[in-house]
């Protein structure tokens, strides 16, 4: 088997000619990685450039390594470009837009031709034929608030969501991409204040359970809960991000809901039934007693059945479609690992505590 030296070597990989165009990027192409957005107008600017700065040192870009970043020459000139566009911004959401769009624009370029879109992983190691798509009903809506540095991430776990319900169901909201933001937003709008919930496990938080949902707000003494279900959605919210990037996604989410609501109580949930995720077994956690995003999917959906309302949801299914997702996910990356020579053995830490 080859050397982790020699795989490297043997993935850099130069900018596929599916970035040629006016804009670099199609609303086929951008929806087909897992979104019903439109094209973010910020990601298409740093695409283009991109393209101009390859015009202007007539070299080409390549990506490779584990992150698939960009690499050579090309890559220094372009970050001495990029960072004196970042610091000539004076305003803070627009840095934070410009990050994101970088990052997101980076891995859309490296991964085009390389990675499948609809599972995130090499074509060669395509897990999407394995996967049994299941509706979620009973007017549930997951949003997957996922750092750009998660995004395209072949060990990410969020995007088994949408690959078992869809993205109408299971939506992508990737941090600092404008247009995904607002579209959340709008939605917890039309939905109300008392129909959104946020999954965050910090412990200096005092977060409600599952059951105090049906005891608040639009639920409080009907006979028929399952009956708000079927006029407004009940939003969930999946904070999906390395630990160190979470905490400021969590503010970010917060800010925005004071302005929104001009609530500083974020409503966040816990979940009782949490166990190890199986990627335990193959991603690095910071701790046993956390977990990873479709994890607390599935355990969510568990505890949701368990409620008289939505015992006929059938969400008890869904819960362990989702939790068969990470089963063929983390077969799939012991697979390829395995074949690059690399170890299968999940490393020690030992921060426990975030």
């Not at 335990?280 to 309302?309: F, I, N, V």
Request: with cysteine.
């Amino acid at each position: 088997m080859p050397t982790k030296k020699t795989w490297v070597a043997s993935t850099v990989r130069e900018s596929s000619s599916m970035a040629e165009g006016a804009e670099g990027l199609s609303l086929e192409e951008w929806q087909g990685w897992g979104t019903s957005s439109p094209v973010p107008a910020m990601v298409v600017e740093v695409i283009r450039g991109l393209k101009s700065l390859e015009q202007e040192t007539n070299s080409r870009m390549s990506f490779g390594g584990l992150g698939g970043k960009l690499q050579g020459s090309f890559k220094v000139q372009e970050d001495i470009k990029h960072r004196a566009l970042y610091n000539s911004l004076s305003d803070p959401e627009k840095k934070l837009q410009f990050f994101s769009a970088r990052q997101v624009a980076c891995r859309l370029i490296g991964s085009r031709g390389y990675l499948c879109q609809k599972c995130w992983l090499p074509m060669e190691d395509c897990m999407c034929s394995k996967l049994v798509p299941c509706p979620l009903g009973c007017g549930i809506k997951f949003w997957i608030y996922m750092h750009p540095k998660d995004f395209l991430r072949q060990n990410n776990t969020g995007k088994l969501l949408w690959q078992t319900f869809g993205i109408q169901a299971a939506n992508l909201c990737l941090f600092g991409i404008h247009e995904h933001e607002e579209i959340m937003w709008d939605a917890f709008r039309h939905s109300g204040k008392n129909m959104v919930w946020f999954l965050y496990p910090n412990k200096s938080l005092s977060p409600k359970s599952v059951e105090d949902i049906f005891f608040e707000g639009p639920f409080t003494g009907l006979k028929d809960q399952k009956e708000v279900l079927k006029e407004k959605p009940l939003n969930f919210v999946l904070i999906d991000g390395t630990w160190s990037n979470s905490a400021a996604m969590y503010r970010r989410l917060k800010d925005r809901w004071i302005s929104l609501w001009d609530d500083e109580d974020l409503p966040c949930i816990s979940l009782s039934t949490l166990g190890a995720s199986a990627m335990h077994k193959l991603r690095p956690q910071p701790s046993w007693d956390h977990t990873c995003t479709a994890a607390a999917a599935s355990g969510l959906l568990s505890e949701l059945h368990q409620r008289p309302e939505l015992s006929v949801c059938g969400l008890d299914r869904q819960a362990e479609a989702v939790e068969n997702a990470l089963d063929v996910l983390l077969d799939a990356l012991k697979t390829r690992r395995l074949r690059m020579g690399r170890s299968i053995t999940r490393k020690e830490r030992h921060n426990n505590c975030i």
